[in-house]
């Protein structure tokens, strides 16, 4: 087995491996770390939780112990998709270079450019950034990316999803030719592929772990839930919630519970909130000190439930996290690996629990067709096959906010977002389309065909000179546009009543439930 001090790594950064507890290097770290440090480009293709991070930061961080950097020249380059990955990063970058004179940026949205400017003026040995953020600071003249050394691209994938190719693009092309390239990506879509033809050279690629593995220490499960109406879907959906959290009890010690649109991220978290449980939302459209506040409070213990969109948890490494929730099934079948991801971490047991509406089942197809195994039907908590709905006289929690509203029709988007659209596609795995081992039949629940939601519609951000938004608070809209549209449904604009189906729960009593 490899030994960290078979890797040829600089002492001082061996020594703080060992003081982070580390004993072996995990099998990225293994296979990337001696090429990169001959120097060669490095395609890795491996998830968050793997060790990537440190797969590209010591090596990177032993060749630039030797030397200085220049004003406003950074040697190095570290390209995140979020702003939580970006300082997730830097604070790794902290760890590992702590017994290094090393000097670090970063460069995020959310944050003022003074501050930053600062940094890069004095001089930095390695610049952790979003892409819309460098490129703002390179086109206001206060950044020369000709002394780059080396250039890491992380979550390559992501950035795909949430339309950043052509920024990347444009960093690869501002940095120099002779520049060394680590590139990091779960999966590899053909404008991956693409990408890493054109601007990497002869790379050595190392591959970890199948795109779709779910961790075995990982129980998952999902309830398949009908609402009693239409219109008390949402309000029905957190009762169950609460009742699937109430149901775990003591072993639930922390959760993430995400949430397909940042919309219903606020509104799950109010609610609970209003129910007593310790919750928090984090999304894109937060303020960055917000979003820096709620995740120190989650990490450190004193928040209990993250309320979370996709963007804003992606690659978050939180070692002790009990449970996700999965208050939607994502409509991209790989997030769900990404999500249940964020438990079961460090050889830890986790628990993944999933609610999933009759609208969603399509997409809890792909998902089990992705993972290649049937995710186990869980009984409802509330009992019944419906839940304790609200009686007649009650008042929905804030019906009009969230009662799917029938389809419109498509809207024409921007050529440049349809670009971003179009490898979207292509960023679906290309698993073959395995049947579901049949361990446990699925429950078939005969529904009727219910109108399709529309995604939330939030405005895109404009950029300040007018143009296609780049600030990195888009990312999530960006993401979600791409997402949406690739689940609309055009035919759905009829109502759907109850018909002649009448729900189990008429004929039952029940305590009356707000929410
Ligand atoms: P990453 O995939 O980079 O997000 O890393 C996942 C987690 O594994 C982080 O908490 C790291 O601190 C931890 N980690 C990385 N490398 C090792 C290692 N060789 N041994 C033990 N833990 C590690």
Redesign the pocket.
């Known amino acids: 087995m490899t030994k960290f001090s078979d890797l040829n790594l600089n002492p001082k950064v061996l020594k703080a491996i060992e003081e982070?507890?580390?004993?072996?290097?995990?099998p990225i770290?293994a296979g990337a770390i001696p090429p990169a440090l001959e120097g060669k480009d490095v395609l890795g293709i491996a998830q968050?939780?793997?060790?990537?991070?440190?797969s590209f930061t010591l090596p990177m961080i032993t060749m630039l112990a030797r030397g200085r950097a220049r004003a406003r020249m950074p040697r190095s380059l570290v390209l995140c998709p979020t702003r939580e990955l970006a300082a997730q990063v830097a604070a790794?970058f902290d760890t590992y270079t702590k017994h290094l004179n090393l000097t670090k940026a970063l460069l995020i949205g959310g944050v003022s450019f003074g501050e930053q400017d600062k940094l890069i003026d004095k001089g930095v040995d390695v610049l952790i950034a979003t892409p819309g953020r460098l490129i703002d600071h390179f086109e206001r003249g206060k950044l020369i990316l000709s002394d780059v050394k080396i250039m890491v691209v992380d979550e390559a994938d992501r950035m795909l999803d949430m339309g950043f190719i052509p920024d990347i693009e444009r960093i690869f092309q501002m940095t120099p030719f002779t520049r060394q390239t680590l590139f990091f990506s779960a999966t590899m879509a053909p404008e991956i592929e693409r990408i890493t033809n054109t601007f990497l050279s002869a790379p050595v690629r190392i591959e970890v772990a199948r795109q779709a593995t779910t961790g075995e220490n990982i129980t998952q499960g999902v309830l398949m839930f009908k609402a009693s109406r239409k219109d008390r879907e949402a309000t029905e959906k957190r009762n169950i919630l609460r009742a699937l959290i109430d149901a775990e009890g003591d072993k639930c010690t922390n959760a993430i519970i995400f949430c397909n649109r940042k919309m219903d991220v606020d509104t799950v978290s109010k609610s609970l909130k209003k129910h007593g449980y310790d919750a928090a939302p984090i999304h894109g459209d937060l303020d960055q000190s917000q979003r820096t506040k709620t995740l120190d409070g989650f990490r450190s213990g004193t928040l209990r439930f993250l309320v979370a969109s996709d963007v804003a948890a992606r690659?978050l490494?939180v070692?002790a996290v009990s449970h996700v929730f999965n208050f939607d099934v994502p409509s991209h079948a790989e997030d769900y690996v990404h999500r249940i991801g964020r438990t079961g971490?460090?050889g830890r047991d986790g628990k993944a629990i999933m609610i999933c509406v009759p609208r969603d089942e399509k997409n809890l197809e792909d998902v089990e067709r992705l993972v290649q195994r049937e995710i186990p039907r869980l009984d409802n908590p509330l009992g019944g096959s419906a839940p304790a709905a609200p009686q007649a006289t009650t008042k929905p929690e804030a019906p009009e906010a969230e009662a799917p509203k029938p389809d419109k029709p498509k809207r024409t988007r921007s050529r440049s977002r349809k670009k971003d659209d179009a490898p979207q596609q292509d960023a679906k795995p290309n698993t073959a389309p395995a049947k579901p081992k049949p361990e446990e039949a699925p429950q078939k629940v005969a529904e009727q065909e219910a109108p399709k939601e529309k995604p939330a519609e939030d405005k895109p951000q404009q950029n300040r000179r007018g143009g296609r938004g780049r600030n990195d608070n888009r990312s999530d809209d960006a993401n979600r546009q791409n997402r949406g549209d690739n689940n609309r449904n055009h035919n759905d604009n009829k109502v759907v009543g109850l018909g002649d189906h009448t729900p189990e729960f008429i004929g039952l009593s029940f305590a009356e439930r707000r929410d």
């Open positions: 982070a507890g580390y004993e072996t290097p995990t770290q968050t939780g793997t060790g990537k991070t440190a790794n690659g490494d070692p971490r460090a």
